[in-house]
């Protein structure tokens, strides 16, 4: 009896020994299994599939949480952070994700020779999870009873469905975040969706011609950006930004898109319609009619043609700190100048005029005198004037809190005391220069 115990208590230890320790971080582990799983021979092959755990917040008892794995790499985020996580830790559960077979480094032999691929299939993951589940229970978290919840987004939602569908036994509950959950050859009603929500965009942006094609897209961007921040810097005041939020916030629409959608409306009502598609956009810069308005009062057309052919200045969103998404870059802007002009305005050409600019005039890089640069704390173009210049009789102010051209009201009571020294500084200056 005693030895056959004593034997019991080995074979757990050897088997892996339920030791149900708590980390404190998320730890990454290795579950080895059968490569192909309907092959009943003894020595058949097996590989080795990532997971990641965190049972910061279990307690004894309490559920197990599976974010399944897609087809990527997998990753910690979802069982860190977000509502699948806030649950889990409600719930004082054990956190895992699963990498999926043939993805990120789970790769059998390391290879994805379409020989080997042919384990690359549902039913083998489902096989996978479900050997990972079970050495969940018995061996890492050590409660046979444990629930099993899963979450799975996109086809990693499939898996999970599936999941459910085929071990009801080993699994307790499944939240699927867009998964796909039916096969389907030919998925055209994908386009059809898109088209219908591209459709509504148009129509909630009053847009002049339904969006169609990418540099549709990227024109809407662009004009929704150039909007905002032409209504931010329009009143030169800070409270205007302030404004906009304030509006968006207090919209009663539902979306966010449905406010930005409103907020578009409701401050371009003076149009019949926006231009915010390609062809449409371009309509009035190719007007070569000098008593157009946008030519004549505002010199559109013409500052187009100093953009593309001497200054640049295209005003992308390739930087990454800024909250205008990331979708307007120098290809829209070629593809602009070329359909403005003509398409002997290369990329080339392009970049050739602003260099030879920048060559002729020294750019940031001057060695100038008198020469006074003022520039607002908050004008986005200071990054392309110069705001640190202390010599050869010459300066460079930057007023803070305030936008373009401060400077240039007269002096008033309302200056701020840093406005008004910026002022009076540009006065001593003159002076300098003409005595
Ligand atoms: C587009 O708008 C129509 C009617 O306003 C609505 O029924 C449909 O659900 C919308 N489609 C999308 C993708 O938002
Ligand atoms: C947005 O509106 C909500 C409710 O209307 C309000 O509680 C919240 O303070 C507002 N947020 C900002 C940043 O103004
Ligand atoms: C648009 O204007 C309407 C009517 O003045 C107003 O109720 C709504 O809040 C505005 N929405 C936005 C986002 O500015
Ligand atoms: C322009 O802005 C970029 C990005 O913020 C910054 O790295 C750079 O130093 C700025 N240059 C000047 C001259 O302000």
């Given at each position: 009896m005693r030895q056959a115990a004593l034997f019991v208590l080995l074979a757990v230890n050897l088997s892996?020994?339920?030791?149900n320790l708590q980390d404190t971080q998320t730890t990454t582990h290795y579950f080895r299994t059968k490569l192909?799983?309907?092959?009943?021979?003894?020595n058949a092959a097996t590989f080795e599939f990532r997971y990641m755990s965190n049972d910061a917040h279990y307690k004894p008892g309490r559920p197990i949480f599976v974010y399944v794995g897609g087809p990527w790499p997998m990753y910690s985020y979802y069982i860190e952070n977000g509502h699948f996580y806030d649950i889990a830790v409600r719930e004082r559960g054990w956190l895992f994700a699963n990498e999926h077979r043939f993805y990120g480094d789970s790769i059998p032999n390391g290879d994805l020779s379409t020989d080997n691929l042919k384990f690359l299939t549902v039913e083998q993951t489902l096989e996978d999870l479900a050997e990972l589940i079970r050495h969940l229970k018995g061996?890492?978290?050590?409660?046979?009873n444990a629930k099993v919840i899963l979450m799975g987004a996109g086809y990693g939602g499939t898996v999970a469905t599936y999941m459910r569908k085929q071990y009801p036994e080993l699994v307790d509950g499944v939240w699927i975040s867009s998964g796909r959950v039916e096969a389907r050859l030919n998925f055209k009603a994908y386009a059809v969706l898109i088209g219908e929500m591209i459709l509504n965009i148009s129509e909630m942006f009053n847009i002049c011609k339904t969006l169609q094609t990418n540099l549709d897209e990227q024109t809407f961007f662009y004009s929704v950006k150039q909007k905002i921040q032409f209504e931010i810097l329009a009143?030169?005041?800070?409270q205007s930004t302030k404004l906009i939020c304030d509006s968006l916030n207090n919209s009663?629409?539902?979306t966010n898109l449905q406010r930005l959608a409103e907020w578009v409306r409701n401050n371009t009502?003076?149009?019949?319609?926006?231009?915010?598609?390609f062809e449409t956009s371009l309509k009035n810069l190719r007007?070569?009619?000098?008593?157009?308005d946008e030519n004549m009062l505002w010199g559109k057309r013409q500052l187009a043609y100093q953009s593309c052919t001497?200054?640049?200045?295209?005003?992308?969103?390739?930087?990454?700190?800024?909250?205008?998404?990331?979708?307007?870059?120098?290809e829209y802007f070629y593809n602009y100048c070329a359909a403005i002009?003509?398409?002997?305005?290369t990329p080339e050409e392009i970049n050739d005029g602003i260099r030879r600019t920048n060559e002729r005039f020294g750019g940031q890089n001057q060695d100038i005198t008198n020469v006074l640069f003022v520039n607002g704390g908050?004008?986005?173009?200071r990054n392309i004037s110069i705001t640190e210049y202390h010599e050869k009789e010459s300066d460079a102010i930057v007023v803070s809190e305030y936008f373009s051209s401060?400077?240039?009201?007269?002096?008033?009571?309302?200056?701020?005391p840093e406005l008004m020294k910026a002022k009076l500084r540009i006065e001593e200056y003159v002076q300098r220069w003409i005595n």
């Amino acid at each position: 009896m005693r030895q056959a115990a004593l034997f019991v208590l080995l074979a757990v230890n050897l088997s892996g020994a339920c030791t149900n320790l708590q980390d404190t971080q998320t730890t990454t582990h290795y579950f080895r299994t059968k490569l192909d799983h309907f092959d009943d021979a003894d020595n058949a092959a097996t590989f080795e599939f990532r997971y990641m755990s965190n049972d910061a917040h279990y307690k004894p008892g309490r559920p197990i949480f599976v974010y399944v794995g897609g087809p990527w790499p997998m990753y910690s985020y979802y069982i860190e952070n977000g509502h699948f996580y806030d649950i889990a830790v409600r719930e004082r559960g054990w956190l895992f994700a699963n990498e999926h077979r043939f993805y990120g480094d789970s790769i059998p032999n390391g290879d994805l020779s379409t020989d080997n691929l042919k384990f690359l299939t549902v039913e083998q993951t489902l096989e996978d999870l479900a050997e990972l589940i079970r050495h969940l229970k018995g061996k890492v978290v050590c409660d046979e009873n444990a629930k099993v919840i899963l979450m799975g987004a996109g086809y990693g939602g499939t898996v999970a469905t599936y999941m459910r569908k085929q071990y009801p036994e080993l699994v307790d509950g499944v939240w699927i975040s867009s998964g796909r959950v039916e096969a389907r050859l030919n998925f055209k009603a994908y386009a059809v969706l898109i088209g219908e929500m591209i459709l509504n965009i148009s129509e909630m942006f009053n847009i002049c011609k339904t969006l169609q094609t990418n540099l549709d897209e990227q024109t809407f961007f662009y004009s929704v950006k150039q909007k905002i921040q032409f209504e931010i810097l329009a009143h030169q005041n800070v409270q205007s930004t302030k404004l906009i939020c304030d509006s968006l916030n207090n919209s009663k629409e539902l979306t966010n898109l449905q406010r930005l959608a409103e907020w578009v409306r409701n401050n371009t009502q003076d149009q019949d319609c926006n231009p915010y598609d390609f062809e449409t956009s371009l309509k009035n810069l190719r007007d070569v009619d000098i008593g157009n308005d946008e030519n004549m009062l505002w010199g559109k057309r013409q500052l187009a043609y100093q953009s593309c052919t001497e200054f640049g200045w295209f005003l992308t969103t390739d930087a990454l700190d800024q909250p205008f998404g990331h979708r307007v870059d120098m290809e829209y802007f070629y593809n602009y100048c070329a359909a403005i002009f003509g398409g002997w305005l290369t990329p080339e050409e392009i970049n050739d005029g602003i260099r030879r600019t920048n060559e002729r005039f020294g750019g940031q890089n001057q060695d100038i005198t008198n020469v006074l640069f003022v520039n607002g704390g908050l004008d986005p173009m200071r990054n392309i004037s110069i705001t640190e210049y202390h010599e050869k009789e010459s300066d460079a102010i930057v007023v803070s809190e305030y936008f373009s051209s401060a400077d240039m009201g007269s002096i008033s009571d309302q200056d701020s005391p840093e406005l008004m020294k910026a002022k009076l500084r540009i006065e001593e200056y003159v002076q300098r220069w003409i005595n």
